[in-house]
Each structure stands twice: as structure tokens, then as C-alpha cells.
């Protein structure tokens, strides 16, 4: 009986102290892209910011705004130059990087297996301006439709391809386009102004409620 009751102690404890992170691989991600816009249709010029977003967390992506490129549980796998002479085409681009990722995820900003991926890109900003807020600028997405792209089990390869008509593709030439725009933040005096409107519109109606 005592023997039974160490084993069982033992197998207790080993299973509190294993790390919550233990199964965990390298991951590679090939990427064909093209056509590539700016939100004019015009392709996207060489230098212009493209990033590889994932989550840590959940299905839904929040998306950038004016003060972040990274919205909600978003975590960024890869951020760089847009570089047309990968291919030669413009608007086209080869890459391909690696990563690490956890199969099991509990917390914190951990990329993870089977989470899904997209890419963003800003045809106004740079590299460098990924260092800062990304402000009120227009931008382009995909990769997080239906199948959409996932990251693959640890030790995987993925080929991720968009390819619009334009070169030969089956996605519509306008996906391409950078068609989405940031909201801008708020000037506070127009913050406090609606605060006010906000404030005596509540007031009012308690009066009408007390009446």
C-alpha cells in the first residue's frame, strides 16, 4: 500500500513540475507573394514595411492601429523590407525564415502550431518606422481567410502562397491592393468634447426619467 501510494506521489509531482512548454520545434515558413499593391493598384514599391503576423492565443486577429502594429493576442513572427528582386517582378517577393514553436501553450507570446498567419504590409513606411507607432496610414492583408494559413506542426515546412490573376494566380488582382486604413487617434480636445455631449445627453434623460 505504501509502495503504491510513493508511486503515485511521484508521478503527481512529475507531472506539476514538467514544463508547460515542453514540446516545442523549429518551424520553417516559405512565402510567395505577388501582386503586391500601395492602395493606388500600383505595385508596391521595393522598401516598403511587411510584416508576418500570428497569434498566441484564439483565432480572431485584432489588427494594427494608430498606436500599435499589433492588435489584441497578435504576436509578430517576422518583420521586414518588401524586395522586389527576389523575383523580378514587380510587386512579387520570395522569403522564407524559421522559428520556434510551442505545441503546448498555456501563456504568454509564444507562436504555436496550427495558429494562424497573415501578412501586412504598408506601402508609406519603412523598417525603421516598425520601431515606432504606425499612425493613421493605409495598408494590405491576407492569409487569415478560410482555409487560410496556418503555422505547421513543429519540425514542418509551409509554402504560403497569394498570387493575384495578374501573374498567373487565382486571387482577384484586388486583394492585393493595400485597400485598409488605420483610424487616427483623437485629438484630446475632441475626446473631452464628446465627453461633455456624452455627459449632458446622460443628464438629461435622468431628468426626463425623474419627471
Not at 521586414?80 to 504568454?108: I, W, Y
Not at 509551409?158 to 493575384?164: C, K, V
Request: with cysteine; aromatic share 8%.
Amino acid at each position: 500500500m505504501k509502495k503504491t501510494l510513493l508511486i503515485l506521489c511521484l508521478a503527481l509531482a512529475a507531472a506539476f513540475t514538467a514544463p508547460s512548454h515542453a514540446q516545442t520545434g523549429s518551424v520553417t515558413l516559405n512565402f510567395t507573394l505577388g501582386e503586391l499593391q500601395d492602395a493606388t493598384g500600383a505595385a508596391l514599391a521595393d522598401g516598403a514595411l511587411l510584416q508576418v503576423v500570428s497569434l498566441s492565443s484564439g483565432s480572431i486577429f485584432g489588427g494594427p492601429t494608430a498606436e500599435s502594429f499589433l492588435g489584441g493576442n497578435e504576436i509578430l513572427l517576422w518583420s521586414g523590407v518588401f524586395d522586389s528582386t527576389t523575383t523580378g517582378a514587380p510587386g512579387a517577393m520570395l522569403f522564407s525564415f524559421s522559428l520556434t514553436v510551442h505545441a503546448v501553450h498555456e501563456s504568454g507570446l509564444w507562436a504555436r502550431e496550427f495558429a494562424p498567419v497573415l501578412i501586412r504590409w504598408y506601402p508609406t513606411l519603412t523598417s525603421s518606422d516598425a520601431l515606432a507607432a504606425p499612425g493613421a496610414v493605409a495598408y494590405g492583408e491576407y492569409g487569415a481567410g478560410v482555409p487560410g494559413w496556418v503555422i505547421p506542426a513543429a519540425g514542418g515546412l509551409a509554402d504560403l502562397t497569394f498570387l493575384t490573376e495578374s501573374l498567373g494566380g487565382t486571387e482577384a488582382n484586388a486583394l492585393g491592393a493595400a485597400g485598409k486604413q488605420i483610424a487616427a487617434v483623437p485629438e484630446p480636445g475632441a475626446v473631452g468634447l464628446m465627453s461633455l455631449v456624452l455627459l449632458g445627453g446622460l443628464a438629461l434623460a435622468r431628468r426626463r426619467a425623474a419627471i
